[in-house]
Every structure is written in C-alpha cells, then in structure tokens.
C-alpha cells in the first residue's frame, strides 16, 4: 500500500523586514510530519516536535501570534 509523508516546518520570523534584528536569518521552531494511507486517506502516523531557535531565540509577537507558538522552551 503507498503512503505519503507530508512535512510541515515553521520558522522564526517578522512582519516586517525593518523589525528584525540585524543580519536575521529565519530558524525551524517547529517541525510536523503525517504518515497518510493514500489509498483510505488514513493518517497511519504523526510527528511533532518544537526546536529551540540558537542565532535569534527570542520570539517576535508577530512570530509568536503566526504560529501560536511560544516563548516557554521548557
């Protein structure tokens, strides 16, 4: 039977350009993935796991209000 892995990541981010810090490069804060039965449409398996961001690990609020996300790593 054929499956499909479907992978969503979100990333750190800004509304605006002018908003981030200098020299901002965006970093995965979450990743999901969904193991699909093509034939029955199924989900056979989930994945989910929050990353902790190193270069810029202070959350934007826009960031935080996108992905409801937030700043508690645990």
Known sequence: MAHLL????EA???????????????????????LLEVETLKIKETYQRFVKP????????????LTSITQAWG
């Open 54 to 65: 190193t270069r810029f690990p202070q959350l934007s609020p826009f960031c935080m209000q």
């Open 12 to 34: 750190t981010c800004h509304e605006a350009k002018q908003e981030a810090p200098r020299h901002f490069s965006s970093e995965i804060i979450e990743i999901g993935a969904v």
């Open 6 to 9: 479907i992978i969503d990541f």
